[in-house]
């Protein structure tokens, strides 16, 4: 089945419950709840859907380091969650299972980076039970060997999501989807992507905050089937009629409200019950900013949903999303190598016509300042400074380093093995 079909699948399933059952309450937490329990399962073989990789042993390694101290209490010990654990010790890839979640393992780089983003791209890799254990060594050990900044888990049930890694930079997200699709165990073992959300060479990516996309898309069907239900138009419930749904949901409350139509006050209440939930779960009332927060939130994902359901959705629109939505700071390797090439450039020739530690200055200067007069006409420097995005790239780099001008350019140098005191020696020789 292509995506659409898979799509209507879902919701020719629910459909036909609120017709076969008149009194079945939509708009609800258990039904979205159960839309959802639906959604992740969905593809996922009938034994695999019997397995808890948190108890059950290990099918390939049962007494893996059976003996490590290593050992989470809330795991079985030769379960693959703590034969992952035990594994990655030593690594630079921090393996556990939180005590509040302990539904799922989890797996974050030691550097934090992408632990501490505001936002990250989210990258879903669901693998059946043959091949989870070893495909997550497989996926988590190209991500340390390539120094890739993460924040990951893996759920005990095999569903559509149970394999979640969250990265901060589209290159390396490239990386992992062709690492992927390259590596013939790991695409032996992968079961569909969730059809409701933008695929890249079959592998399904989100963009969720705080929240959860395929929890949302659970409310949205929700929200949807009770609406259809209300109005007795069950048997017009298809893909596309769903999105323009969302849309309207959208537009209604986020793009042009309007508390007189139905659309604004359906998603109004909508938050109403995620704001209840909250309170029932956690016994206190959401903050004003937290409420605001959620809002925002949910703007972000329904928006990404809604602009992902159309056929001319491309991998530039969601990293664009991603940009626009989470104030993220993102370079590609490109454009660093050429920023740094350009840098060591005007150093050198700078320094060449200055001397140093005057031509270093003069390059510190246009950066702060902006000012032409800073650089040398010569090779045409100076206008392929002045027409490149050079300084707001490279203040780019600096924030994502969270260094300053001197300091990132004595890393360069180094790199490049450039000293300019030797530049100028020669210049002074000659």
């Not at 091949?131 to 340390?144: K, P, Q, S, T, V």
């Amino acid at each position: 089945m292509n995506k659409e079909e898979r799509i209507n699948e879902i919701l020719f399933y629910w459909r036909n419950i609120a017709k076969e059952n008149p009194v079945y309450d939509f708009n609800s937490t258990l039904s979205s709840d159960r839309i959802y329990h639906d959604l992740i399962s969905r593809g996922v073989p009938k034994q695999d859907r019997l397995v808890d990789i948190s108890a059950d042993d290990s099918t390939k390694y049962p007494y893996y380091f059976v003996n490590s101290e290593y050992e989470s209490p809330y795991a079985n010990p030769s379960s693959p969650f703590n034969n992952w654990i035990k594994y990655y010790a030593h690594s630079n890839t921090e393996v556990s299972i939180p005590n509040n979640r302990r539904y799922f393992c989890q797996f974050v780089s030691k550097d934090e980076q992408a632990k501490q983003a505001r936002e990250n791209l989210k990258v879903y890799i669901p693998l059946d039970s043959e091949h989870i254990e070893n495909g997550a060594r497989l996926i988590f050990n190209f991500l340390e060997d390539n120094h890739i900044s993460h924040e990951s888990e893996i759920s005990k049930r095999i569903r559509l999501d149970d394999i979640v890694i969250k990265l901060i930079r589209p290159d390396d997200v490239d990386r992992l989807i062709e690492f992927v699709n390259n590596n013939s165990y790991l695409h032996e073992g992968l079961l569909p992507a969730n059809p409701f959300a933008f695929n890249r060479n079959g592998i399904a990516l989100s963009i969720d905050g705080k929240l959860s996309y395929t929890n949302t898309i659970a409310d949205m069907i929700d929200l949807y089937i009770d609406h259809k239900k209300e109005s007795e138009e069950l048997d017009s419930v298809d893909a596309t009629d769903f999105f323009t749904y969302v849309e309207r949901l959208y537009y209604a409350y986020y793009i042009s409200p309007n508390s007189n139509t139905e659309s604004y006050n359906t998603f109004n209440g909508f938050i109403a019950r995620k704001i209840k939930e909250h309170y029932d779960e956690h016994h206190r009332t959401l903050s004003n900013d937290e409420i605001a927060n959620l809002i925002e939130n949910y703007r972000q994902i329904i928006g990404l949903i809604v602009k992902s359901s159309k056929p001319n959705f491309t991998y530039s629109d969601y990293l664009r999303h991603y940009s626009d939505n989470s104030k993220a700071v993102y370079l590609s390797d490109k454009v660093i190598l050429e920023t740094n090439r350009l840098l060591i450039e005007a150093f050198e020739a700078l320094t060449e016509r200055f001397g140093n530690p005057d031509g270093y200055r003069n390059v510190r200067a246009f950066f702060n300042i902006g000012l032409e007069d800073y650089i040398t006409r010569e090779n045409n420097l100076r206008a392929r400074m002045i027409n490149s995005p050079f300084r707001e790239n490279l203040r780019l780099i600096l924030q994502v380093n969270k260094v300053d001008f001197d300091t990132y350019a004595k890393m360069v140098l180094n790199q490049y093995h450039i000293d300019l005191a030797e530049i100028d020696r020669m210049r002074k020789s000659k």
